[in-house]
T-cell receptor
């Protein structure tokens, strides 16, 4: 089954404690993105990748890092999380010309 | 820069009735895609319908149809015969064909739709 898998689905943590949200897709897609969803703002792109070792900032990249060492994986790293990064996060992938496939989301709470 | 605006934060409709959700967008491009996504309480992002800007014919998927007005930059979603399972947040989204920023989607603020029995 074609899917984008994110883990964890929920995480409560404290300010400053490094965390990683994993994302994996099994469709051999070139393009992968991370979005955050906040009330009244919709979803906004954090980072994206157009292929292995090719990543770039989206619209709201501050406080986040990503890597793309393998085509299927695109982890989101928060080196020193802060409360303003409390949000719902989505990983997405797509092939050239194809629709976006979304993961099921990660609810992140930073105290 | 492209923007997408949904001016109705919340809407409600009686079961079996028809409801229309509004969306306007701004872009200087002539070729692009527009989408409506449904987000139920499970938080999944589910693609409802897609419209290619170069197609004049409005897209339809079962009970869901759009009214695409390219000159007015308007893209509304009509849900016919509303069902309780249609209760969800609905997002309008835009993407350019230039694959700027990895083909990112630009989302509206969302409209929370409640279908009442």
């Amino acid at each position: 089954e074609a899917q984008v898998t994110q883990n964890p689905r929920y995480l409560i943590t404290v300010t400053g404690k490094k965390l990683t949200v994993t994302c994996s897709q099994n469709m051999n897609h070139e393009y992968m993105s991370w979005y955050r969803q906040d009330p009244g703002l919709g979803l906004r792109q954090i980072y994206y990748s157009m292929n292995v070792e090719v990543t770039d900032k989206g619209d709201v990249p501050e406080g986040y890092k990503v890597s793309r060492k393998e085509k299927r994986n695109f982890p989101l790293i928060l080196e020193s999380p802060s409360p303003n990064q409390t949000s719902l996060y989505f990983c997405a992938s797509r092939a050239l010309g194809g629709p976006q496939h979304f993961g099921d989301g990660t609810r992140l709470s930073i105290l | 820069a492209q923007t997408v605006t949904q001016s109705q934060p919340e809407m409600s409709v009686q079961e079996a009735e028809t409801v229309t959700l509004s969306c306007t967008y701004d872009t200087s491009e002539s070729n692009y895609y527009l989408f409506w996504y449904k987000q139920p309480p499970s938080r999944q992002m589910i693609l409802v319908i897609r419209q290619e800007a170069y197609k004049q014919q409005n897209a339809t998927e079962n009970r869901f149809s759009v009214n695409f007005q390219k000159a007015a930059k308007s893209f509304s979603l009509k849900i016919s015969d509303s069902q309780l399972g249609d209760t969800a947040m609905y997002f309008c989204a835009f993407t350019s064909l230039t694959y700027n920023q990895g083909g990112k989607l630009i989302f509206g603020q969302g409209t929370e739709l409640s279908v009442k029995p």
